[in-house]
């Protein structure tokens, strides 16, 4: 399996404070990865540094093949981005978003139009095409903020939080999306507060304080401590952590 996020040693530094403390980790295409820790740990500063908008203190990254220090362009270029605010324009048509955001991707016009329409029936939204986003219901924004961040097919993308705040059903149609989207070769690197949603994954990452403490399948982490549940596993890791501040 071809690795699209390769990390060895990955530190960030502010000051004489260590977020990020020597990671190491690969991710392969299609992976459906999930990247979870407390409060602090260091996984919001990972994926900054990973999406090219953060510069590493030390160490090697590569996301699709690009350096994040010196091709950090490069990597926005070829990857996806959603989070718990969507990121839409509420105020644009749900075929507007598309359009705008395939423009800011570099899409041809034609590429637009064509992917508009299929994006708009796979969701089954050919109804409220010219309906204003602000109008949307919750669930229905999330699903088109995941589809505008693959919209023009990246090879990764990265879900920060995204189903904070939808109900448990909407959160499972929003899982049926990531899987068709991992089918299709996109890698999904996903952070979550939700447990459950972390035995969706083919692999789980737990950081504790700037450490991945845990690596692996969630079957496998759960026969290694002894666990029913992966909340289970990540409450046992997270007693660990000393510190409490957002990085």
Not at 22 to 50: C, D, P, Q
Not at 90 to 102: A, H, M, P, S, Y
Not at 202 to 227: Q, W, Y
């Amino acid at each position: 399996m071809e690795k699209v996020i390769k990390t060895e040693k990955l530190t960030k530094k502010f000051g004489d404070f260590t977020a990020v403390d020597a990671i190491s980790f690969e991710v392969g295409t299609g992976e459906i990865f999930g990247f979870l820790g407390a409060n602090g740990a260091g996984k919001t500063t990972v994926m900054r540094m990973l999406c090219g908008l953060s510069h590493p203190t030390s160490g090697i990254g590569t996301v699709a093949g690009f350096d994040i220090f010196h091709q950090s362009e490069s990597v926005k270029k070829n990857i996806g981005y959603m989070s718990q605010k969507f990121s839409l324009y509420n105020d644009l048509k749900v075929w507007e978003n598309l359009r705008l955001f395939g423009g800011i991707y570099g899409m041809k016009e034609i590429e637009i139009v064509e992917k508009t329409t299929k994006t708009l029936q796979e969701l089954g939204f050919e109804s409220e095409r010219n309906t204003l986003v602000k109008s949307l219901p919750l669930g229905w924004k999330q699903k088109l903020a995941f589809s505008v961040s693959i919209f023009h097919e990246p090879k990764i993308v990265f879900l920060d939080e995204p189903t904070g705040g939808v109900d448990p059903v909407t959160r499972r149609q929003f899982w049926e999306l990531i899987y068709a989207a991992a089918t299709r070769g996109i890698t999904i690197f996903v952070t979550t507060h939700y447990m459950d949603e972390a035995e969706y994954c083919n692999r789980v990452s737990i950081m504790v304080d700037g450490k991945i403490e845990a690596l692996d399948t969630p079957r496998n982490l759960k026969n290694t401590f002894d666990a029913v549940s992966m909340d289970e596993v990540f409450q046992r890791l997270a007693r660990k952590a000393k510190r409490s501040d957002n990085y």
